[in-house]
């Protein structure tokens, strides 16, 4: 599978970049070509302006002798073996004698005419290596000097190899200036486009708030283009909430217009008494338990998903604990909390439930002491962050082959002891609906130790 990061910002940036380098590249390619060609061209030009101004400057005299002092204006003709010549040589019968400029410190070889012929204005251009081995471009002519049809082969020579490196040059400069630009270039573009993307972390940091409970809604400006998204999230959010009430009105309902006939078929049923009556009040009473934990589980699966809820862990358990040690005053409660604050990803109502259940069975078992504890403890990778909260007691404990019995519905394990059996069933329950993990252990105490893992908000 082909890899190609996730983040947006990234993509931008690295296709910017890309197009970047692309289009410097051709425009260091079109700056060096064109460059190159008005060079050539120049240094052509300059050779023909030579190669005719050489060419007024040479005469033969009445005996057939070349004569003549050439002057071309460059210093570089007079300087030693500099690349730059030139030579007048006869070019029929009649023309004696030889000029050259003082910087030809030798002869220098040209091409045979039938290798390269002159053009119909008896004009011919080639390369041939210099005095030195540089590489020379080469104008050369044959005029007539006079009405005797005596002619001389005149021959202008410039360093193409000096031009090469003015060349070669240019295009290091051009490399460093468009380099330095690119670079520019692409940091300004990285910057405007993560500035550009700055209101989506917004938005993402909006949304977590309203996940955390510290916010309602998506507050704030945003551009044109993100605001809908913003629009229709708040509409998302707004939704749900109605859902969530809306869920809770009819189960509520549903529990107010129950609750009444069930208490009157019980009522009923132990006034009637014998053996039919007990068993229609047994019943009744079965059917509102029944009644009471799936209504339960109805609300928490109602609210579970809301990204509004929030409750704060430290004061609900000891406010639970102080009403449960006045309540069990011959039970020794010992209460354990971390430094940090914890906040529970979920419904005050549904951690109150919870924690009374197991606190209510540890009270009921414990022997002498209960301990709680509430810690913090890292989740797996993508999972956020947890807290576990562990009761434990001194009291004769639950085997582990009954443990998974013990959370079924109205499974009682000691008839001997009130209670309905739905405490721990409605526990396993509502750890269920927000995710969370329960687990009955054997305590270091003696008895039985629950610990359950939930979900927190950072």
Request: proline content about 4%; hydrophobic content about 45%.
């Given at each position: ?6 983040s947006?910002?990234f993509?931008?940036?690295a ?5 970047a380098?692309?289009t ?24 023909s ?49 030889e ?39 080469v ?25 090469e490196?003015?060349?070669g ?12 630009f ?7 573009n ?46 998302l ?16 309902n ?32 079965s059917?509102?338990k ?8 109805a ?6 998903d ?41 419904e005050r ?17 414990a ?32 085997p ?18 009130p209670?309905?059996?739905?405490g ?22 003696g ?10 908000l950072?």
């Amino acid at each position: 599978m082909r890899f190609w990061p996730r983040s947006l910002a990234f993509r931008v940036i690295a296709f910017s970049t890309v197009w970047a380098i692309l289009t410097l590249i051709v425009i260091f390619t079109l700056i060096t070509t064109l460059y190159r060609q008005a060079s050539e061209r120049g240094f052509d030009s300059l050779l023909s302006a030579h190669l005719f101004n050489l060419i007024g400057s040479v005469g033969v005299s009445e005996g057939g002798s070349l004569t003549g002092a050439p002057d071309l204006g460059d210093l570089r003709f007079s300087e030693p073996n500099s690349g730059w010549y030139w030579s007048v040589e006869p070019a029929s019968e009649g023309v004696r004698g030889e000029l050259h400029s003082s910087s030809m410190t030798k002869a220098i070889l040209s091409p045979s005419v039938a290798e390269v012929p002159f053009n119909a204005s008896f004009q011919r251009s080639y390369a041939t290596e210099g005095i030195d081995g540089e590489e020379l471009e080469v104008f050369e002519s044959e005029f007539v000097l006079d009405a005797k049809n005596r002619a001389a082969r005149f021959r202008v020579m410039g360093n193409q190899t000096e031009l090469e490196q003015e060349i070669g040059a240019f295009q290091r400069r051009l490399l460093t200036y468009l380099s330095l630009f690119g670079v520019g270039m692409i940091a300004i573009n990285a910057i405007a486009i993560l500035l550009g993307l700055q209101p989506l972390r917004r938005v993402r940091n909006a949304l977590a708030m309203v996940r955390e409970g510290t916010a309602q809604r998506l507050d704030g400006r945003f551009p044109a283009e993100i605001e809908p998204l913003a629009n229709e999230t708040n509409a998302l959010i707004e939704n749900n909430k109605r859902i969530v009430e809306r869920s809770r009105t009819q189960v509520g309902n549903l529990a107010h217009s129950l609750k009444t006939p069930l208490a009157v078929l019980i009522n009923e049923g132990r006034a009637l008494g014998g053996a039919k009556g007990q068993l229609i009040a047994e019943q009744a009473a079965s059917m509102q338990k029944q009644v009471d934990h799936y209504l339960q589980r109805a609300r928490v699966a109602a609210q579970r998903d809301s990204v509004v809820y929030r409750t704060p862990v430290a004061p609900l358990v000891q406010r639970m604990v102080r009403v449960l040690q006045k309540l069990n005053p011959q039970t020794a409660l010992s209460l354990s909390l971390p430094a940090v604050d914890i906040v529970f990803a979920g419904e005050r109502e549904d951690l109150e439930e919870l924690l009374g259940n197991l606190l209510d069975n540890a009270m009921k078992w414990a022997k002498s002491a209960v301990a709680v504890s509430v810690a913090p403890i890292s989740g797996k990778e993508g999972a956020g962050s947890l807290f576990e909260i562990s009761i434990e007691d001194d009291g004769p404990g639950i085997p582990e082959d009954k443990a998974r019995e013990a959370l079924k519905r109205g499974r009682r394990l000691d008839e001997t002891k009130p209670g309905t059996g739905l405490g721990l069933a409605i526990v396993a329950d509502l750890v269920n609906e927000y995710g969370g993990v329960l687990a009955l252990e054997r305590s270091s105490m003696g008895g039985l130790k629950a610990v359950v893992r939930l979900r927190s908000l950072h």
